[in-house]
Every structure is written in structure tokens, then in C-alpha cells.
């Protein structure tokens, strides 16, 4: 006999749609610089910065969406968090943060690559460096999610907007229906 165990998942259905921002930039950046000639460069990276955008936008959707998702579990009942891959393991803070440290990095160095590569002005939302450092402070607060077993363990940022919380999940499942994280960008206001 199967009993299925009760609780709330730790992830509604993120995974499948998020990447590794950094390695994927790295990857870019590396090669990006195999050529030698500037010309190439910027060929290259008019073929790169776009696709690089997309990764951005992805994971800030995906940050915003992991600060909305925490948020309605806080609010539930107590219960059990399922599938969290995280708990019990060894916590190393600047593990823990690395991903978004290199996102809010490439906040300030990304507008020069566009300036020296492809003579353009750029320019990102300040609410996305507020979502990091938000999304960051949540990671701190709650140790990488080691010791999360129940939902009322989440510690939520003090400056975390939580005013419309009976809509994120339903919020949540539409944007996973499109399979584009990205789109959980129009909540952003909801939240910070």
C-alpha cells in the first residue's frame, strides 16, 4: 500500500524552466573572447547580448516567483514542505548567493558591454536590483533552505510586499502554464 505523504511542494513547478545564469554568461563571455579581432567581438556579441537578456529576465521571473511562492506557503496552515532537494544539507553562504552576486554584477557591467560592443545605451529596471538584493536577503534569512521542513520555518525580507498574496499561487500556475518565468516580471510590483 502507497500513502501519499501531505504537505506543500517546495517548488510548484519552477525546475524544468530555469538555467544557470552564470554558467550560461560565462560560456558566452568565453566565447566571446576566442577572437581576437574587435570587429568579431561585436559581431558576436550582437548575436549574444539578446539571448543573454533572456536568461536575465527568466531568472529575475523565477526570483520573483520563489518570493511570491514563499509567501502564500507562509500563509497557509502548517504543514510539511515536499521535495525540498535543499534541507539537511551544509550551508556555505557565498555558495548560497553566488548566482544572484554574479546577477547583480551583471547588472552594472552589462549596460558597458552594450556601450563599448554595440555603441547603445542600456539601461535596467532599478526594480530588478531591488529584486536581487531582496531575493538575496531571503536566501540569507533562510540558510539555503536547510532547515526548512515547514512553511511556517520561512523568514520572509522585512521590505517584501505582501498585500496580494490569495492571487500568487493562481498567478503562478498561469505563467507556468506558458513555460516562460520571465512573465512572473509583471508581478514585481506586487512585491517590492
Not at 26 to 51: A, P, V
Request: net charge negative; aromatic share 16%.
Amino acid at each position: 500500500m502507497i500513502t501519499e505523504e501531505k504537505g506543500l511542494e517546495f517548488d510548484p513547478g519552477f525546475a524544468p524552466y530555469i538555467m544557470a545564469f552564470q554558467g550560461a554568461v560565462e560560456y558566452i563571455y568565453s566565447d566571446l573572447n576566442r577572437f581576437k579581432n574587435f570587429s568579431q567581438k561585436k559581431l558576436k556579441f550582437l548575436q549574444y547580448h539578446k539571448k543573454m537578456l533572456e536568461i536575465f529576465n527568466n531568472n529575475l521571473g523565477f526570483y520573483t516567483g520563489c518570493l511570491m511562492w514563499a509567501s502564500y506557503l507562509k500563509t497557509q496552515p502548517k504543514q510539511k514542505i515536499l521535495s525540498n532537494h535543499c534541507f539537511g544539507n551544509e550551508y556555505n553562504e557565498e555558495e548560497n548567493t553566488a548566482e544572484t552576486d554574479f546577477m547583480i554584477n551583471f547588472i552594472n557591467l552589462f549596460p558597458k558591454d552594450m556601450k563599448y560592443y554595440l555603441a547603445q545605451n542600456y539601461s535596467f529596471d532599478e526594480n530588478y536590483l531591488k529584486l536581487l538584493e531582496i531575493y538575496k536577503e531571503f536566501l540569507v534569512l533562510n540558510k539555503g533552505f536547510i532547515e526548512l521542513e515547514f512553511n511556517t520555518d520561512i523568514v520572509l525580507p522585512k521590505s517584501l510586499k505582501t498585500e496580494n498574496i490569495e492571487e500568487y499561487k493562481s498567478n503562478i500556475e498561469k505563467v507556468l502554464e506558458t513555460k516562460d518565468l520571465s512573465k512572473l516580471l509583471e508581478y514585481l510590483p506586487t512585491i517590492i
